[in-house]
């Protein structure tokens, strides 16, 4: 056997600590708590980079989508799926999602999950934007906590889970092409090392690579880095979802305010209170999300800021029904059922990440991924509105069951395209991108890199723009970064911002939530494929 080595083939540090287990579960939120609970015949460890509420997981308001309801069936979530997907869903994904979500949703209401009840007893069923029935449960508006907290619950239960929190994972231990374990930062920034034959990311997402995001500050998109620094297949990274309505005032948080709250009623108004949303699409309030988003910003052009109002519904139930909401809005003096609220785009999640097949295994052997870490390619171009938490309940299930089979990489499937290296020339007509905008390229702080995301990289996509993006971007990766906890993070940040510019300015079209103004059309003849990243490893 190889000797095992790590991403960058750094020696043991003098404070290096050794764990040997059966199984590494990175990531604290619904993918990872899930699978640890089917792997517990074994000994697990779980690490998380903050505190247990601190994820993604936590701060998922909208709901949990399951076809539960009398009108409604797993082949109608399935076409939903699909619908919202803009073309490049896996319709494989789909019907696994669709299909054996009811089972694993039945599964938290057995655990003791508190979602809200109708007037017979039965779940409460929401609707939200391109599901055609309500199938969205909710537990008031923080249904991710909730999930959270049940699960959490159970893990703590388990004797042969260990958790380790505050806990930043560096690189994948990886020994003849297999990944065997992984090293980290522990809480007191002491060099770790943990062996498992089996590894699991379900790290979520890659918020904090925008300036404008609903995401918490973990999201850093630590393991997209780390499995395309092991040499891991990435897909997709154009794809990101901007959610339409963040709070957008002068002086307070970003926070999302869930689409929810649209499914019940609440309009978008623009500075003259008129509802604005049948100009842009037949599905007015309730048309996907990437539609929503961009027409909230042409709008906005147009006539000035853009509002929520619920002024038309009962305050008592608006107050009732979304009461973090409501708090959060006073805490930026608004009121919720009376107040215009000043909203606007913000980088929600990733449809793209570490390729993976439906049981979550990747290109490498011994390392899987749930959740949004993942590209199963369920979400396809644009992600079905409370697809996500379920997501993360049925892939970390299905990934805990792989997890305790043969360990094999997942075969590369027929609409995959690999490009290697830095840059693929699709077909022929892409070129690759300018080094550097002219007058060259100054160094740039995290914040104005964020920013520089945003402007470039964000809703609205231009060849010029993605190749400034992009110029200044290669230009970080290339310098070397400390190799403490900040370097690595600031490293992760930096990988994942340059696959995505690199990914986005790859696809000349407009599909979901990619839009390139120079290529304003989707093209299925060219472009109805994934394309995967994949850094050649020496």
């Known amino acids: 056997m190889d000797r095992p080595t790590t991403n960058d083939q750094r020696p043991p540090a003098k404070d290096h600590f050794l764990t040997v287990v059966d199984f590494i579960v990175i990531g604290g939120g619904v993918a990872g708590l899930r699978a ?11 690490l998380t980079k903050a505190g247990p509420a601190e994820g993604n997981t936590g701060y998922a308001q909208g709901g949990i989508a399951a076809a539960l309801g009398e009108d409604d069936s797993p082949s109608l979530h399935a076409a939903d799926t699909l619908r919202a997907g803009d073309g490049l869903c896996d319709e494989d994904a789909v019907r696994v999602l669709a299909g054996e979500g009811p089972r694993y949703v039945g599964e938290l209401l057995e655990w003791g999950a508190r979602f809200d009840r109708d ?22 508006d923080a249904t991710g906590r909730e999930i959270g907290r049940v699960l959490w619950d159970r893990v703590r239960a388990l004797s042969t889970v260990d958790v380790v929190d505050h806990a930043l994972v560096t690189d994948l231990v990886i020994s003849g092409g297999s990944v065997e374990g992984v090293r980290f930062f522990d809480r007191e920034g002491r060099l770790q090392e943990a062996r498992a034959p089996r590894t699991l990311l379900a790290t979520g997402g890659a918020g904090q690579v925008f300036r404008e995001t609903t995401n918490p500050a973990v999201a850093t998109g630590d393991g997209i880095a780390l499995a395309y620094h092991a040499g891991a297949r990435i897909a997709d990274l154009e794809f990101v979802q901007f959610h339409p309505t963040a709070l957008k005032k002068e002086g307070a948080p970003r926070f999302l305010i869930s689409e929810a709250i649209r499914g ?14 049948t100009r842009y699409h037949p599905d007015a309030d ?40 409501h708090e959060m809005c006073r805490g930026a003096g608004l009121d919720l059922a009376r107040d215009l609220i000043p909203v606007g785009p913000a980088a929600h999640y990733i449809m793209g990440g570490v390729d993976a097949d439906e049981w979550g295994r990747t290109s490498l052997a011994g390392l899987y991924a749930a959740g949004e870490v993942a590209c199963t390619g369920v979400h396809g171009a644009n992600r079905l509105a409370s697809n996500s938490l379920l997501e993360g309940l049925v892939f970390g299930a299905r990934a805990a069951a792989a997890m305790q089979e043969r360990a094999h990489p997942a075969a590369l499937k027929a609409d995959r395209i690999v490009a290697r290296g830095s840059w693929l020339a699709i077909r022929g007509h892409a070129s690759a991108p300018d080094r550097e905008p002219a007058g060259g390229t100054p160094e740039l702080s995290a914040a104005a890199r964020r920013d520089l995301m945003w402007q470039r990289a964000g ?40 696959l995505i510019a690199r990914a986005a300015l790859r696809r000349e079209e407009s599909r979901g939530g990619h839009f390139r103004e120079d290529f304003p059309a989707r093209d299925d003849r060219a472009w109805r494929v994934h394309v995967v990243d994949q850094l050649e490893r020496t």
């Open 36 to 46: 640890a609970i089917g792997l517990a015949a074994g000994r697990v460890l779980i």
């Open 119 to 140: 007037e017979r007893g039965r779940p409460a069923l929401g609707r939200e934007a391109v599901h055609s029935v309500r199938r969205v449960l909710h537990a008031g």
């Open 264 to 277: 019940e009623g609440a309009r978008l108004v623009n500075r003259d209170q008129e509802p604005f949303m």
């Open 286 to 325: 309730l048309a996907p999300r990437d539609i929503v988003a961009r027409s909230i910003v042409r709008e906005a052009e147009r006539n000035g800021p853009v509002y929520l109002t619920l002024r038309h519904l009962d305050e008592a139930y608006v107050r009732r029904r979304f009461p973090t909401i």
């Open 459 to 498: 809703l609205f996509r231009t060849h010029t723009g993605l190749q400034t993006a992009l110029a200044v971007l290669e230009r970080a990766e290339s310098q070397p970064f400390d190799a403490g906890v900040e370097g690595r993070r600031m490293r992760n940040l930096v990988t994942v911002a340059t």
